[in-house]
């Protein structure tokens, strides 16, 4: 069984930065889709970042965009999301998450399409 594990988070500022890393225990190459989701509290899971590993097409959230940036680590086998100028409603529990079905640039994803899932880091930005 694959098993996501998630790390990184934290609390900051705003205006902070964070980097969450997401280790995948088999072949991240072997998924068409990974990406990292976000949920708030008293809210739905939220599409964040998204890239077929083997063309590294990426997806961002509009709410995200220039401002986060998604990588993958073969090295490491991890997901990494770099979040620069942090603000507090990116506050929420992030979760790693990888799937089969193709995944595109331009589109973005419903939790639904994803096979495994971490147990979630816990990011918190303060005013």
């Known amino acids: 069984q694959v098993h996501l594990v998630e790390s990184g988070g934290g609390a900051v500022e705003a205006g902070g930065s964070l980097r969450l890393s997401c280790t995948v225990s088999g072949n991240i190459d072997d998924y068409n889709c990974v990406a990292w989701f976000r949920q708030a509290a008293g809210k739905g899971r939220e599409e964040v970042a998204h890239t077929y590993p083997r063309a590294r097409s990426i997806y961002y959230a509009d709410s995200v965009k220039s401002r986060f940036t998604l990588s993958i680590d073969n090295a490491k086998n991890a997901l990494d999301l770099e979040m620069n100028s942090l603000k507090p409603e990116d506050s929420g529990t992030y979760y790693c998450?990888?799937?089969?079905?193709?995944?595109?640039?331009?589109?973005?994803?419903?939790?639904?399409?994803?096979?495994?899932w971490g147990q979630g880091t816990l990011v918190t930005v303060s005013t």
């Open positions: 998450a990888a799937g089969r079905p193709i995944c595109y640039s331009r589109v973005p994803r419903t939790d639904g399409s994803f096979d495994d």
